[in-house]
Structure formats: structure tokens, C-alpha cells
């Protein structure tokens, strides 16, 4: 079966500009996890969404920002993007509770300039 | 406030000797914990996890240990082989109360394999 499914797999965008990352997970898998990499830092969580409501939240600031579709399907928004945003984004769904089985995607590379 | 942590960023083992990666956490409520690999370019896959009720799990060449007294887990990896080489991240877990629906990371360590 298909793994996860992050769209773009790069990207490049400017100071102040926003931007919209794609997520499809697993079929059949209901929860979508979103968390950001950088350099030192490991992997951050920033938020969880199941059947379309967001059950968990990391400390990031408001600008960041996911929603869920009907179909599973998630996308998450950074507005007023920061040089320091720069980083690898991942995607990871679950057919229930992550810590059964959390399958990752290969991520979208942001670029910040 | 960093309540996974991996104290070694990088680790170096010769082929077929064993490897052992250390995590550390703060949190007492974490009841599970895990490890990933990743490979450049790629997201992290999933490889062994242990439950807060048990000290040992063992799937193959790796084996996780958790000392809750000490708040520490190891992964072995034996007998360590060149496809190993990758970044090793550990996780943990809350309960349903506590959040279980995150991971929390540590930074990682990255393991070289020599041959």
C-alpha cells in the first residue's frame, strides 16, 4: 500500500511570504502528526489531528497552523515565514494511537531566504 | 526543556561489533518509549519500542533496554552492520491522559559503521 505522501518536497520562499504544505496519509489511517526538524534540535511536534479535530498541540506560535480534510488528508500553514523556520517538515500518520505505528513521510524541505 | 535526551551526537563502530546508542529522559510520565532511524532524505522509520512495564524488548539484531529508576533507555545493535549508518532518534510517550498522542525526540545520534 502506499506510504505517506508529503507534497512539495522542496521549497523556497521569502521572508514575510506564507506557505501551505500537503500531507495524505496511509489509507485507512485517521491520525496525521505534523513535526518540524532542524538542525540540533531533533524533531519538534507541532500539532495532531484525528477525524479533522486537533487533539494535540506543541509549543509553536501561532503562525503555524494545520487543519485535516474529510479523506484524512492534512495540510499545514506557516504565515509571515522567518528565516528561522528554515527546516525539514514531516508527516506521520496512524491507523490510531502513534505509538503503535507511526509511519512517516519524506518530509518537505522549507528554505527560508 | 528538553525531556528526551541523546547525549552522544555521533557514534562510530566497527563492522560486526555491537553498537549501544543511550537516551535519557526527565519525564516520569512517559510510558512508552521508541526508536527511529533515519536515513538522509528520508522520514524516520520506526524500529523497536518497549513499554514502561517491561525492561527489555528484543526484535533481531536490536534490543531496547529501559532503567525507569534511572529514567534511561540503549539500544544494542548487534553484530552492527554498514547499512546500520544512519541517524538514530528516541522517542517517548505519555499515557492517554498525558498526551500520548505526541512523540517527544531527542536531537539524535548519528551512528557510522565501518567496515
Known amino acids: 500500500k502506499a506510504g505517506v505522501t508529503q507534497t512539495p518536497r522542496y521549497l523556497i520562499k521569502t521572508r514575510g511570504q506564507q506557505v501551505t504544505l500537503s500531507c495524505s496519509p496511509i489509507?485507512?489511517?485517521?491520525?496525521v502528526s505534523w513535526y518540524q526538524q532542524t538542525p540540533g534540535q531533533g524533531l519538534q511536534f507541532l500539532f495532531e489531528?484525528?477525524?479533522?479535530?486537533?487533539?494535540n498541540k506543541g509549543n509553536f506560535p501561532g503562525r503555524f497552523s494545520g487543519r485535516q480534510f474529510s479523506n484524512s488528508r492534512s495540510e499545514m500553514n506557516v504565515s509571515t515565514l522567518e528565516l528561522g523556520d528554515s527546516a525539514l517538515y514531516l508527516c506521520?500518520?496512524?491507523?490510531?494511537?502513534?505509538?503503535?505505528?507511526?509511519?512517516f513521510g519524506s518530509g518537505t524541505r522549507l528554505t527560508v531566504v | 526543556d528538553q525531556q528526551v535526551k541523546q547525549n552522544s551526537p555521533s557514534l562510530s563502530v566497527q563492522e560486526g561489533r555491537i553498537s549501544i546508542l543511550n537516551c535519557d529522559y526527565t519525564?516520569?510520565?512517559?510510558?512508552?518509549f521508541l526508536w527511529y532511524k533515519k536515513y538522509p532524505a528520508e522520514g524516520p522509520t520506526f524500529l523497536i519500542s518497549?513499554?514502561?512495564?517491561?525492561d527489555k524488548n528484543e526484535d533481531g539484531r536490536f534490543t531496547v533496554f529501559l532503567n525507569k529508576s534511572a529514567k534511561h533507555l540503549s539500544l544494542h545493535i548487534v553484530p552492527s552492520q554498514p547499512g546500520d549508518s544512519a541517524v538514530y532518534f528516541c522517542?517517548?510517550?505519555?499515557?492517554?491522559?498525558?498526551?500520548?498522542?505526541?512523540?517527544?525526540f531527542g536531537q539524535g545520534t548519528r551512528l557510522t559503521i565501518n567496515p
Open positions: 506521520a500518520s496512524s491507523a490510531g494511537s502513534p505509538v503503535r505505528g507511526y509511519t
Open positions: 519525564n516520569s510520565m512517559f510510558d512508552y
Open positions: 489509507s485507512g489511517h485517521r491520525s
Open positions: 522517542a517517548a510517550s505519555g499515557n492517554q491522559l498525558q498526551g500520548a498522542q505526541k512523540l517527544v
Open positions: 489531528y484525528f477525524s479533522e479535530t486537533q487533539r
Open positions: 518497549i513499554s514502561s512495564i517491561k
